[in-house]
């Protein structure tokens, strides 16, 4: 872009979290945000009003996309980044799941996400630029007990992404893939737990120990602005690498543990881990 002229940015899934933490976080840093969520609220940064715009778009709603889209490309001429951060958490076993559930999991992280950058390719093809970051997680990376379907929307992402990276970089276009370990986001809060959830004992108590401690670990997990800090730093690169886990060190260590030990050895320590 020429010098001065300010990027834009869409980020979905701002209303809270890591997509509230980047939004606040890019528009201190002088970009032009569209902070994008089903209800969204009043500027998540009120010292840079100038630079944040909150608006309506439902990921899992085509239309609701088509328009916020359009709406950016009037005002702005431009997408210059697309960070796909909108998702839910649906929480049980994979036997007590119903489709319906699983479909809803899948509707809102896999195809919002694919529906939103098949809205916004096209801009960015015509200008022969752009970078969309795709929130994937560890979760998309290492299967969670009683959070199965979770896990098989974000490891659904990472496949999309690599794919995707290869079709578009003769366009000028980059993909990256963000995979964050644990953080202090509260999204357990707002999980969604399967009707069948407590009704079967052979899988209750499991259930609820398993999400003490993925709880515990959140908490404890890291805040989420430093993840917005290492965004940034992804969107200033010149090359940046198609992935990046980002999170706490004992996160780290179990993505590189699985690499290279026997999976049975691993799937021994997360039982353990998660009481499951």
Known sequence: MTSGIKRVVLVTG????????????????????????????????QKSPNNFYSIRMDVNDSESVRVGIRKIISEQGQIDVLINNAGIVVAGSLEQTTLDEAKLQFETNFFGMARVCQAVLRHMRDKHSGLIINIS?????????????????????????????????????????????????????????????????DYSTRFKSTMDAIYKDETSGDDPHRLAVRILKIIRSKRPRLRYVIGPKSNLLAVLVKKIIPGRWFEKIMISHYKS
């Open 137 to 201: 997680s560890i979760a998309g990376l290492i299967g969670l007990p009683y959070q199965g379907f979770y896990s098989s929307s974000k490891f659904a992402i990472e496949g999309y992404s690599e794919a995707l990276s290869k079709e578009v970089h003769s366009f000028g276009i980059k993909v990256v893939i963000v995979e964050p370990g644990d953080h202090d986001t509260n999204q357990l809060d707002h999980r969604i737990t399967i009707k069948d959830a407590n009704t079967d004992p």
């Open 14 to 45: 701002a209303s809270r979290g890591i997509g509230r933490a980047c939004a606040r976080h890019l528009a201190d840093n002088n970009y032009i945000v569209y902070g994008a969520s089903r209800n969204p609220g009043t500027d998540p940064d």
